[in-house]
């Protein structure tokens, strides 16, 4: 069988790389931040992409010079290279293969302590203020959304206003978890006992998923959500629905919605007829929710088994 020759396995690369490129850019759709719905995440996508082309100027010369050199410096007969068995300095060599990199170093150190800054997740930097306050809490195998501003709650769907700047705290009910909506702002972890914040701002209105990105068992890649972006008329009449056709969120209803129970086995426990598919709405009992299953983990003493969310016996005492 002939062998291709060395054009053609280049040929044969590059089309490799395209198709690559194409279909990734494909299944991005809107749930990357390759393509960004808001400004967040564009400027996640900047960093990237200024960094991948300063190291690729010190990738790229070396991936064209190794095999230019292995060619000319081959051994062959009537070769023109020359041949200098006792050279072993060049001063102009060194200062660019040290001066290069360096300089890119700096580069690189700039652009991410810049970055850092302004892509902190606790910064408020973006969007339109007064921020919507959103309060996360994640549980097996579901993200509850608590908004104690507007007296409702959601399982399976995120909505929010465009334009403006939704301001996240978040912790879990269970074991920690990885919160990440890509097409918006990156991820940041949730912890029992513990809270932390994340800021983010949609630009259009788009569906874009939302997920746990931290392995956490068996419903781990039933654990995603819908984020609704929407116009803020839109964004009012979504609120008034959650009001009309949501369930209380009492105390019974959180024990069931907080046992170990994927997507699909919660919307069977709890969903009715006036929900969507795959959303449960709920109208707020106690306002203070989220502090009382925060606080749950600062009493000093451990809690009985039954009593934590995330354990088979959770909710089993109850129950029976």
């Given at each position: 069988m002939a062998l291709l020759r060395p054009s053609a396995w280049l040929w044969a690369g590059s089309a490799a790389v395209v198709l690559v490129v194409v279909s990734g850019q494909v299944?991005?759709?809107?749930?990357?931040?390759?393509?960004p719905q808001g400004p967040i995440a564009a400027a996640q996508k900047?960093?990237?992409?200024?960094?991948?082309a300063l190291i690729l100027i010190a990738v790229?010369?070396?991936?064209?010079?190794?095999?230019?050199?292995?060619?000319?410096?081959?051994?062959?007969q009537g070769g023109d290279a020359q041949y200098r068995p006792d050279?072993?300095?060049?001063?102009?060599?060194?200062?660019?293969?040290?001066?290069?990199?360096?300089?890119?170093?700096?580069?690189?150190?700039?652009?991410?302590?810049?970055?850092?800054?302004?892509?902190?997740p606790y910064s408020s930097g973006f969007g339109d203020t007064p921020a919507l306050d959103v309060q996360v809490v994640g549980l097996d195998w579901k993200w509850l959304f608590i908004y104690p501003d507007l007296g409702i709650a959601s399982v399976g769907e995120l909505g929010i206003p465009i334009k403006q700047q939704v301001a996240m705290t978040l912790t879990t009910d269970t074991v920690m978890q990885s919160f990440m909506i890509p097409a918006l702002a990156g991820q940041i972890y949730a912890m029992p006992g513990m809270t932390t914040k994340l800021h983010l701002v949609a630009d259009t209105p788009k569906t874009m998923q939302g997920e746990n990105t931290q392995y956490s068992g068996r419903g781990f890649t039933k654990q995603k959500f819908q984020?609704?972006?929407?116009?803020?008329?839109?964004?009012?009449?979504?609120?008034?629905?959650?009001?009309?056709?949501g369930i209380p969120l009492t105390a019974e209803t959180y024990?069931?919605?907080?046992?170990?129970?994927?997507?699909?086995?919660?919307?069977?426990?709890?969903?009715?007829?006036?929900?969507?598919?795959?959303?449960?709405?709920?109208?707020?009992?106690?306002?203070?929710?989220?502090?009382?299953?925060?606080?749950?983990?600062h009493g000093g003493q451990p809690l009985p088994v039954d009593q934590q969310p995330g354990t088979a016996q959770f909710g089993k005492k109850g129950a029976q």
């Open positions: 299944s991005w759709a809107s749930d990357s931040f390759l393509n900047t960093h990237l992409l200024r960094a991948t790229i010369p070396v991936l064209v010079l190794v095999p230019l050199i292995a060619l000319r410096y081959r051994r062959r050279w072993d300095f060049s001063a102009t060599l060194e200062f660019v293969m040290w001066g290069v990199p360096v300089v890119i170093v700096a580069l690189l150190s700039f652009y991410l302590w810049k970055a850092t800054h302004r892509l902190d984020t609704l972006a929407m116009q803020p008329n839109e964004f009012d009449a979504w609120v008034e629905g959650v009001r009309a056709n024990r069931t919605l907080a046992m170990r129970t994927d997507r699909d086995e919660v919307q069977a426990a709890l969903g009715t007829a006036k929900m969507p598919e795959r959303a449960l709405y709920f109208t707020l009992e106690d306002g203070d929710l989220f502090q009382s299953i925060l606080h749950r983990y």
